[in-house]
Nanobody, 129 residues
Framework: DVQLVESGGGLVQAGGSLNLSCAAT????????MGWFRQAPGKEREAVAS????????YYADSVKGRFTISRDDAENTLYLQMNNLKPDDTAMYYC???????????????????????WGQGTQVTVS
């Protein structure tokens, strides 16, 4: 069974940075497309970034483009989300996902509820004051 374990969330002031990690218990090359999602209280879950494990292509939601960077360490089977210049609107629970069965370039364009996703992490809280 695939498990995804996130870490790295916390409380940070606006303009600060955090680096989220998501450790997978299996070879992440077998997980097709991976991504980071977030859900703020009272809001729908949304995709913020995705990465296609086949060729490393990355995609970002407009709200985070230029500030967030998704990356993957194949040797460690770990997915990262480097978040810079954080804003209060970035406050949310952040979730790692793997085995996203959708065209990778479109994941950040559609509601997360419409996606077929095989595996979710438990989430890590990010709070920007």
């Amino acid at each position: 069974d695939v498990q995804l374990v996130e870490s790295g969330g916390g409380l940070v002031q606006a303009g600060g940075s955090l680096n989220l990690s998501c450790a997978a218990t299996v070879n992440s090359n077998n997980l097709n497309c991976m991504g980071w999602f977030r859900q703020a209280p009272g809001k729908e879950r949304e995709a913020v970034a995705s990465i296609y494990t086949v060729d490393g292509s990355t995609y970002y939601a407009d709200s985070v483009k230029g500030r967030f960077t998704i990356s993957r360490d194949d040797a460690e089977n770990t997915l990262y989300l480097q978040m810079n210049n954080l804003k209060p609107d970035d406050t949310a629970m952040y979730y790692c996902a793997a085995g996203i069965n959708y065209p990778p370039e479109d994941i950040v364009l559609v509601p997360a509820s419409t996606l077929d996703i095989d595996h979710w992490g438990q989430g890590t809280q990010v709070t920007v004051s």
